[in-house]
């Protein structure tokens, strides 16, 4: 009989999860957490701000292929060796040539520690980051976040109760958890002026 | 020069540039799953959305780990009454410059008015100095209205709510359909507590053993509570018994979480598929996989057997008493290590003792409020 003691392991994902593949959660438990380091560096790096988050985005994709095959053992590391590597394409291919802004090159080959030390926010500093992006929704959305994540009351409930179409609870819903998504991985943190930009750009795309 | 960068003709780069879309898109899936009316069909899309781009995936992933965090936003409702959406900057930390928290109780009333829709706190900062204390006292008078309004409609919420508390005497055993359409097995002496929510099927395992065959609901998770470790599951088929505050898990079919929360804040969580059998004790989780034979034993309770294969008789007797007022007890340790076998129904124990006096060097003696076994 094959036993195995096990001491509690570090925190796993939560029930939700449940729809979520094993690579998905890996990438939510060891990828996610470095979005703001992620996203300050490349602020601060990558010439043109408004494309940060189609950087993000690409270098997630890169990284979440390539775990397919091989899961990287230094998650972090590799996330930022991705990031370098997938900028220095995209400059390689552009036809532009950079004439008033050429990306930084020294700080491309920085070490990741050197850019920012990792912060892993504490509870509290967690909450009060969610909290300061929950007062940041407007008066509706607030409203339908606190009534069905803090509540728990269902979509129809929170409808009644603020007399919305179940429509309008629903798009509110998914207004608001993307203003917390940026709190909850630490890219509302912190970031240089290009976070106005790149917040702009990623609210009022709708 | 950025928009020109940004518009190139790099296919990649054209995808990349709906990074925005699909994060909103991958919101409102998520919303609409939900929402509530979530069926199949629309699984099956989502999942052909997921399946259609990596950057899909990636965009729901994150989504739904935002969810999942942002619950700690439920710290903030700790106080807060229920049906009640606190002002901004209610949190006691100061969270912008602009508006500073207010440490003034009068206006944290009147700020618990403004969160009904009607009356915005906005109102307050344009009100007269001069005319402020009679107008913050109507306020008040506002606000207990509204609070109590609201109260009243928490009480509403609540009670569509079902919550039921179940009870086996011992030796009894008895299912148990819940609202939700899962079923429960009770097990003797054992007592739950059922709180059924739009969000959440909790279950408080009291004392006692039960299996427990969850309907699927992805929306809404299926806990059972022991102490301070909950087993979370969404669909699926596993039994739990507890002695104190250690647990016994086992699944029969898919697959469950353990959680148990820790000194620290953060939950730690044990998986465990069907097949295997979790024991916590402390904070330590014993994992095994049982033999099929070994898993019929241990689940033979719901049919009203106890199957004993090679079992020590003190085990036995521990095993039969949990079914009976009236306990065996053992006073020879000399014959505790007995090895017996063999299918038993759980409330006959006489037939146990039959077949211990017949087959064993084994004394029965029967008093009225126990039984005495001694060697013969």
């Known amino acids: 009989m094959n036993k195995l003691l096990l001491l509690y392991l570090p925190p796993a994902p939560q029930y939700l999860y449940a729809v979520l593949t094993a690579l998905d959660q890996w990438f939510a438990a060891e990828i996610l957490p470095h979005e703001g380091m992620l996203v300050r560096y490349l602020t601060r790096v990558w010439p043109n701000s408004a494309e940060v988050l189609d950087l993000r985005q690409d270098i997630y994709v890169r990284v979440y292929e390539s775990a397919r095959s091989t899961l990287p053992t230094s998650p972090k590391a590799f996330l930022f060796a991705t990031a370098r590597n997938l900028m220095t394409d995209r400059i390689r291919r552009s036809r532009v040539v950079f004439i008033d802004s050429t990306p930084d090159y020294e700080s491309l080959n920085l070490l990741v520690d050197e850019i920012s030390p990792e912060r892993r926010l504490s509870a509290r500093q967690e909450l009060r980051s969610l909290a300061r992006a929950f007062d940041s929704l407007s008066e509706k959305c607030r409203n339908v976040v606190w009534l069905r994540r803090v509540e728990g009351l269902s979509q129809r409930e929170t409808a009644q109760r603020l007399e919305l179409h179940e429509g309008a609870v629903e798009s509110q819903l998914a207004r608001g958890l993307r203003v917390l998504a940026l709190a909850v991985f630490g890219s509302a943190d912190g970031v240089g002026p290009g976070h106005e930009r790149e917040s702009e750009h990623e609210y009022k795309h709708e | ?376």
Do not use: C
């Open chain 2, 1 to 376: 020069m950025g928009s020109v960068r940004a518009t190139k003709e790099n296919p990649s780069m054209n995808t990349s540039t709906n990074s925005a879309e699909i994060e909103a898109t991958a919101a409102s899936w998520f919303a609409k799953r939900e929402g509530g009316d979530w069926n199949a069909a629309d699984q099956a899309q989502l999942e052909a959305w997921l399946d259609s781009s990596t950057a899909h995936r990636i965009a729901f992933v994150r989504i739904v780990t935002a969810w999942e965090r942002s619950g700690r936003l439920t710290a903030l409702g700790a106080g807060v009454p229920e049906g009640t959406i606190p002002p901004r900057d209610a949190w006691g930390f100061a969270l912008s410059s602009k508006v500073p928290a207010s440490r003034d109780p009068r206006e944290r009333l009147q700020s618990v008015a403004g969160a009904a829709p009607a009356a915005a706190p906005s109102i307050v900062p344009g009100v007269r100095a001069s005319s402020r204390p009679l107008f913050s006292r109507h306020l008040r008078a506002v606000a207990a209205l509204l609070v109590a309004g609201t109260a009243a409609g928490a009480f509403w919420y609540r009670s569509m709510d079902h919550a039921e508390s179940y009870r086996t005497q011992i030796g009894a055993l008895t299912t148990v359909p819940l609202a939700d359409g899962s079923k429960v097995t009770l097990n003797t002496d054992s007592q739950i507590h059922v709180e059924l929510s739009p969000t959440m099927r909790r279950v408080k395992l009291d004392q006692g053993e039960a299996f427990f065959e969850v309907s699927k609901d992805g929306a809404r998770p299926f806990v059972v509570e022991i102490a301070d470790q909950r087993v979370i599951a969404v669909g699926t088929q596993f039994s739990v018994r507890r002695e104190n505050n250690d647990i016994r898990v086992l699944v029969t079919e898919g697959r469950v979480w353990i959680e148990r929360r820790g000194a620290a804040d953060r939950a730690a969580q044990t998986q465990l598929a069907a097949g295997s059998e979790a024991r916590t004790s402390k904070t330590a989780v014993l994992i095994d996989r049982p033999a099929p034979a070994q898993v019929e034993q241990l689940l033979s309770w719901r049919s009203g057997y106890i199957i004993f294969r090679d079992t020590a008789l003190a085990d036995a007797v521990a095993d039969f008493n949990r079914y009976s007022a009236r306990k065996i007890y053992i006073e020879d340790p000399a014959i505790a290590g007995i090895r017996i076998g063999g299918h038993f129904r759980s409330g006959d124990a006489d037939a146990f003792l039959w077949l211990l006096h017949s087959g064993f060097p084994i004394n029965v003696e029967q008093r009225s409020d126990r039984i005495i076994l001694t060697k013969r």
